[in-house]
């Protein structure tokens, strides 16, 4: 009994101290500073425009162990890409998407689900394992294949995304080229214009239109920056609409008239693909009519038929 005082008085001292620690750093037990009492009576003054300001990197989820690995796991994803075939598509793809990450970054998350995935399988094995099931060979087949499985996720969520914010593109241009046309038909320049709709619209267009101006304002030519805005992109109708834009400014050409017929282009090739996918649906619908109700309805129509024979018989 005396032996086992001393661990206990040490783990209870352990377990005091833990909580104790846990209860001061509670909100409500935590004095404001002097700046927290003072903040919110300051404006702030920021000079810099909105369109400049950095993206801030998200906190790391695995605390401080992710950030002292970073820049180690970061340098090794730096030499394999110079061996990645498909890093220039991949680039292309991130852009399309918009998302603010590198290929490194990417190729990075992409060795994150793959580790899940083994993870995921490993559970499997140890829960087959535990119940006398274990196959050695069917567990390295369903190692390999969860870990090829997160790593080709990781590329299907990206293409669903970039599936998304395409859509997207098509259902917000009509509106945003005729609110375009509008400030420019009023007196405004393009420039103007895409500054006024970035202020008073939200949505994945109003998101490039304001890193256009982004790069107009940090020395690059109007066009130039239409013209990789356009680079990013490969909606069809985005496209004619910033090449339209861009000959229209380089050549002096009446901005209203180009956007509004932009506009009405977009809509009627909206239409046309409205009227192409309802046609689908339809022939789709075929399929449960011809093989799940129609031959209901014969045996229904048939059935008091034969049973009337077979009495007759």
């Given at each position: 009994m005396t032996a086992a005082l001393g661990p206990a008085v040490a783990l209870g001292f352990l377990l005091g101290a833990g909580s104790w620690l846990v209860m001061v750093r509670l909100p409500f037990m935590r004095k404001p500073t002097f700046q927290d009492r003072v903040e919110p009576q300051l404006r702030a003054h920021n000079l810099h425009s909105r369109l400049l300001r950095p993206i801030g990197r998200d906190v790391a989820p695995f605390g401080p162990l992710e950030r002292?690995?970073?820049?180690?796991?970061?340098?090794?994803?730096?030499?394999?890409?110079?061996?990645?075939?498909?890093?220039?598509?991949?680039?292309?793809?991130?852009?399309?998407?918009?998302?603010?990450?590198?290929?490194?970054?990417?190729?990075?998350?992409?060795?994150?689900?793959?580790?899940?995935?083994?993870?995921?399988?490993?559970?499997?094995?140890?829960?087959?394992?535990?119940?006398?099931?274990?196959?050695?060979?069917?567990?390295?087949?369903?190692?390999?294949?969860?870990?090829?499985?997160g790593y080709l996720l990781r590329s299907f969520v990206l293409d669903l995304r970039i599936k998304r914010r395409e859509a997207a593109f098509l259902a917000e241009f009509p509106g945003v080229a005729e609110l375009l046309a509008l400030a420019v038909a009023a007196g405004?320049?393009?420039?103007?214009?895409?500054?006024?709709?970035?202020?008073?619209?939200?949505?994945?267009?109003?998101?490039?239109?304001?890193?256009?101006?982004?790069?107009?304002?940090?020395?690059?030519?109007?066009?130039?920056?239409?013209?990789?805005?356009?680079?990013?992109?490969?909606?069809?109708?985005?496209?004619?609409?910033?090449?339209?834009?861009?000959?229209?400014?380089?050549?002096g050409t009446p901005l209203a008239e180009v956007l509004r017929a932009q506009a009405a282009d977009v809509r009627d090739a909206a239409k046309r693909e409205l009227m192409e996918s309802a046609g689908r649906k339809e022939i789709g619908m075929m399929v449960p009519l011809v093989f799940g109700v129609l031959p209901l309805t014969v045996i229904f129509a048939a059935f008091p038929a034969v049973v009337a024979l077979d009495i007759s018989l």
């Open positions: 002292i690995l970073r820049p180690v796991v970061r340098e090794g994803l730096g030499l394999l890409a110079r061996f990645d075939p498909g890093g220039t598509a991949l680039a292309r793809k991130l852009a399309r998407a918009g998302a603010a990450k590198s290929v490194v970054d990417f190729r990075a998350e992409q060795l994150l689900w793959a580790a899940g995935g083994v993870l995921l399988a490993v559970l499997g094995v140890l829960a087959s394992a535990v119940s006398g099931r274990f196959l050695p060979l069917a567990a390295l087949i369903a190692v390999a294949g969860s870990a090829a499985g405004e320049s393009a420039l103007n214009a895409m500054e006024r709709i970035c202020r008073t619209s939200n949505g994945e267009l109003a998101k490039e239109f304001a890193e256009v101006l982004a790069d107009a304002r940090s020395g690059k030519p109007f066009t130039e920056a239409l013209q990789a805005f356009s680079a990013r992109t490969e909606v069809p109708a985005v496209v004619r609409f910033v090449d339209g834009l861009v000959v229209a400014v380089d050549r």
